[in-house]
């Protein structure tokens, strides 16, 4: 077993009685608490080289080494993620070195001191980004006005926001010559400044948001922050949600990282219009898919990528919109891979096939295994008959 199957493993669904297995339970509690052991406020890169050196070295079974480390690469990435995410809460500094010509380090490091507050969601290798978010506003940055203001902000937290006094009008004037540059903090900078500019940025009467507004959206749907997102969302017209929507869904489809804005996007699009949709969602899929059938003399690390957000759209977009994009073009994502010889991208696809579409499926599946009768691609037919006996 490789490394990119141990990882798709770890990443399954619960069983249909809705409990986890018991080696994924234990892999990511040995993960998790190799994580909080050693992390502390060091570089993730550090930390992610001394844990792989310590595992190539402690006394265990090479294949518990594998999902150990595979579980490790799960956990590290997704705090990469989160770090990555939260770095564009900080404006850019114009100046990049000090008056003694010394580089300045980033705001953004300034993340590491909040990785004791990281919260899990159960069973998974996910952060709650909203529950460790409102850990550190309220609990680590209580006496960091500037540092909980921010967190508030691109969380959309009212309670913290609209209380007068921990948030005066002298706070937020010194605030905004702060951070004033950054469009969210500009934005509820003006309406806890006066709150008539919520008419004045909110208007229905255009087919597209105030500028201000639409920074806010893109900057909220293109890295991840659903709380602003969702709370902002009624407050535009009908039209204005099309607009924003469709002008930055393509962005979230090439990204593949934020589970809760591709979840809530794509529903309320696909009532707007599901094959606009379908159409401007097929190129950034099959880039994924063909990213997938390179041989393994390629690159393994693209190749694991490429699944893994694949994995991440066909499991948060709607059902309307995957299977739109399975059978798209006589299922090419499917037979493709079943052309190409790749069984953990043709076994994830054949996961994701409801019934009437995995009888169509094979269909293709059975005119490409009668031109070419190799053992490989029996074994992958095997796999759809199977699946076909499972769902009937």
Known sequence: MDLRSSVLLLQEHPNDDGVLSLQHAAIRAIALALFRAN?????LSEVTRSLKEWLAGVDLPTKVKRFIYAGLRETF??????GEKHMHMFPDDAARYTRNNVPRVHRGEHLRMFYDCIVWKPNKY?????ATARKI???????????????????????LLENDVRFDKYRL???RKQIGDHCVYDFWIRVLEDKMQWEKLFRLDGLSPNQLISLVFQFAIVNGYFELMSFLWDK???QQQEYIGFLNWKKVCFSAEHREVIRFLCTRLCRINSV?????????????VYHTLEDDAGNNVLKTESIRKLKCLLDNWCSSLRSAMLSKENFRAFTDSFVNNQPETFAMFLEYLDKNQLSAAREFVDRFYDKKKTNEAKSLRQMVIRRQQTID
């Open 77 to 82: 990435r997704e705090v990469q993620r989160w």
């Open 236 to 238: 535009i017209s009908s």
């Open 126 to 130: 996910h952060i709650d980004d909203s």
């Open 173 to 175: 004037r010194a605030f």
């Open 276 to 288: 606009g949709l379908a159409r401007i969602t097929w190129t950034s899929f099959y880039d994924k």
């Open 137 to 159: 506003a309220v609990e680590e940055c209580h006496n960091w006005p500037v540092m909980q203001f921010q967190f508030a902000c691109v969380y959309a937290m009212t309670d």
């Open 39 to 43: 992390i502390r406020w060091r570089l």
